[in-house]
C-alpha cells in the first residue's frame, strides 16, 4: 500500500490488514477506501506529535477492526456480483477446454459440483482474508495460507473429475447449436470480464490453458511429449506473464 503521508510500518500494516479485512466481510469497496484514508490522515497526525498507534485504534488491532466493520453496511449487491463472476468464470475455463474437443455435455453433478466447489472458494477466501489481517504472521506463513486456498477448489475439481465417473447422474447433451451459442455466450463473457476489469489477464489465462495443448495434439508427437510440453507452455507461460505484471506494477510504484 503507497501511502502519500509519513507513516510507521505498523500504521502500513494496520491499514493494509483493516482493509483486507473489511473487504473479507464483504463491505463496499469506496466506504473502505474513505475510512481508510480518514484513519491514514489520524495515525499521520497522531505519529507527528509523538503518539503511538494504540492511542488511535486501541490495543487491541482486532477488536478495532470489528467495531469498523460493525459500523457498515454489507454491500450484497456488490458481492453477488463477484461471486456470480467466480461461478460463471470457473464455467468459462471448463467450457473453452470441452469445446476444443467437441460438443458440450455436462452430467448434472458436474453442474451442481462446479456450484458447490466455487461457493468453498468463496467461503476460504473469506475466512482465509479475515485470519491473515486479524493474525501477526510472516510473510511465508500468509504466502501458503494464500497458496492453500488456491490448490483447494483444484484439488475438488480433481475430485469431482474421478467422482463423476464414479457416479452416473443424468447428462444434458447440447448437441452443435447448444456448444455453438453457450461457447459465443462464453466468449462475451470473458471478453467482458477483462473490459470491465481493464485488464486482458483473464483473456491470456485461459489463451495458455486451452491453446498449447490443442495446438499440440494437431501435431504428431509422443502422447507423454505432448503432455509435458503442454505443462511447461501453459504454467511457464502462466509464470512469465506474472512476472512481467509484477515488474510493470513495481515500476509504476517507483515512478
Known amino acids: 500500500?503507497?501511502?502519500e503521508l509519513q507513516l510507521s510500518k505498523n500504521s502500513q500494516d494496520f491499514l493494509e490488514n483493516l482493509t483486507i479485512y473489511l473487504f473479507s466481510s464483504g463491505k463496499n469497496s469506496d466506504e473502505i477506501e474513505d475510512i481508510v484514508q480518514e484513519l491514514e490522515i489520524h495515525l499521520s497526525e497522531a505519529e507527528k506529535n509523538g503518539k503511538s498507534i494504540e492511542k488511535i485504534i486501541g490495543k487491541s488491532p482486532k477488536e478495532y477492526m470489528k467495531m469498523v466493520s460493525n459500523e457498515m453496511i454489507i454491500d450484497y449487491r456488490t458481492w453477488f456480483k463477484y461471486i456470480c463472476l467466480i461461478v460463471f468464470g470457473s464455467f468459462s475455463f471448463t467450457i473453452i477446454l470441452d469445446l476444443l474437443e467437441g460438443n458440450l455435455s455436462y452430467s448434472f453433478l458436474e453442474i451442481f459440483g462446479h456450484i458447490v466447489i466455487s461457493a468453498i472458494f468463496i467461503t476460504s477466501v473469506f475466512i482465509g482474508f479475515t485470519y491473515i489481517s486479524t493474525h501477526s504472521h510472516s510473510i511465508k506463513k500468509q504466502g501458503l495460507i494464500l497458496v492453500g486456498i488456491a490448490i483447494l477448489p483444484?484439488?475438488?475439481?480433481?475430485?469431482?473429475?474421478?467422482?463423476?465417473?464414479?457416479?452416473?447422474?443424468?447428462?444434458?447433451?447440447?448437441?452443435?447449436?447448444g456448444s455453438l451459442i453457450i461457447g459465443v455466450i462464453t466468449a462475451i463473457f470473458i471478453i467482458g470480464v477483462s473490459i470491465w476489469a481493464k485488464s486482458w489477464t483473464l483473456m491470456i489465462i485461459v489463451a495458455l490453458l486451452t491453446l498449447p495443448n490443442y495446438l499440440l495434439h494437431l501435431m504428431s508427437l509422443k502422447y507423454e511429449t505432448?503432455?509435458?510440453?503442454?505443462?511447461?507452455?501453459?504454467?511457464?507461460?502462466?509464470?512469465?506473464?506474472?512476472?512481467?505484471?509484477?515488474?510493470?506494477?513495481?515500476?509504476?510504484?517507483?515512478?
Open 1 to 3: 500500500m503507497k501511502n
Open 154 to 177: 483444484m484439488t475438488l475439481f480433481v475430485g469431482l473429475i474421478y467422482l463423476n465417473r464414479v457416479i452416473d447422474t443424468p447428462v444434458i447433451h447440447l448437441g452443435n447449436t
Open 226 to 255: 505432448k503432455l509435458i510440453l503442454s505443462i511447461m507452455i501453459t504454467y511457464g507461460g502462466i509464470a512469465i506473464y506474472l512476472w512481467i505484471l509484477s515488474k510493470l506494477e513495481k515500476r509504476k510504484k517507483d515512478r
